[in-house]
Nanobody, 119 residues
């Protein structure tokens, strides 16, 4: 069982930046593609970003391309989501995920961390 714990959320003004971290358990971190999803109140959960096992391949939702960057440090069992130029539409609970590939549905989910962007 993979345990995921997000941190770094908060309340920021539009245009500001945040960096989310996801600490993972165990020695098998490098065996999983990692990703990020988000869900705003009253809306469907949506894909945000994903990164391959070795970190050499990433993909992003169109809504966050050129603003968000995901990376990973396998030695630290940690994945990151750098969020720049935040907009009120980015307000959501952000979830860290682990799966088999960057294009498959996640197998494991974290508890989520709240990101609120005000104008």
């Amino acid at each position: 069982q993979v345990q995921l714990v997000e941190s770094g959320g908060g309340m920021v003004q539009a245009g500001d930046s945040l960096r989310l971290s996801c600490a993972t358990s165990g020695r098998t971190f490098s065996n999983y593609a990692m990703g990020w999803f988000r869900q705003a109140p009253g809306k469907e959960r949506e894909f945000v970003a994903a990164i391959s096992m070795g970190g050499g391949s990433t993909r992003y939702a169109d809504s966050v391309k050129c603003r968000f960057t995901t990376s990973r440090d396998n030695a630290k069992n940690t994945v990151y989501l750098q969020m720049n130029s935040l907009r009120p539409g980015d307000t959501a609970v952000y979830y860290c995920t682990a799966g088999l590939t960057t294009r498959s549905m996640p197998l494991y989910w974290g508890q989520g961390t709240q990101v609120t962007v005000y104008s």
